[in-house]
């Protein structure tokens, strides 16, 4: 009687234990799924954040091109008004106001390199970004009665990240 007694004690317990350890794997799975739920809000929150400072940044960075589109619109208003319209007039105007787009879509490509850390350092001149900045700009500096050198030729070669090095200008400028 004793050991029946005893074995019933440690079966009870037993079936107890069993049932805590299932309460403790569900309460640690519950956790555990909590937790991965918090990580993926916070992850998505950070994304957005970048996102949001990126696309501050392009916005930033689209300013001075729209800019200078602008005064090229405007430019012609007046050229026509003035007489100046002609053929070479307008191929110009074409072409300054496609390199301004070409710059827009550059800065997008840029970015989008930029955050995912994918573009790679080149050795190029020195002056081929110098110079692509000074060409999206010496429209707007001219305007303001600013005179920028057409062009700065330089053999020096550096190993450089282009897109950063050409924001980086374009900021300073």
């Known amino acids: 009687w004793y050991l029946e007694k005893e074995i019933r004690k440690r079966?009870?317990?037993q079936e107890a234990m069993n049932q805590l350890n299932m309460?403790?794997?569900e309460k640690v799975a519950t956790q555990i799924h909590e937790l991965r739920q918090k990580d993926m809000a916070l992850m998505t929150q950070s994304r957005?954040?970048?996102?949001?400072?990126?696309i501050g940044a392009i916005a930033h960075q689209w300013r001075q091109p729209i800019n200078a589109l602008s005064l090229l619109?405007?430019?012609?208003r007046d050229a026509y008004e003035y007489g100046e319209?002609?053929?070479e007039y307008i191929e110009q105007f074409v072409e300054d106001s496609l390199e301004q787009?070409?710059?827009m879509n550059n800065t997008i490509n840029d970015f989008r390199n930029y955050f995912k850390g994918t573009e790679q350092q080149h050795v190029?001149?020195?002056?081929?970004?110098?110079?692509?900045v000074i060409r999206l700009v010496e429209k707007q500096f001219s305007s303001h009665g600013l005179v920028v050198s057409k062009h700065i030729i330089d053999d020096t070669h550096v190993k450089i990240h282009e897109g950063q090095t050409?924001?980086?200008l374009l900021n300073l400028l």
């Open 11 to 13: 079966r009870l317990a």
């Open 23 to 25: 309460t403790l794997e």
């Open 48 to 54: 957005h954040a970048v996102m949001g400072e990126m």
């Open 73 to 76: 619109v405007q430019d012609v």
């Open 85 to 87: 319209v002609n053929k």
């Open 101 to 103: 787009l070409s710059h």
């Open 124 to 132: 190029v001149p020195l002056s081929k970004p110098i110079n692509e």
């Open 166 to 168: 050409r924001q980086v």
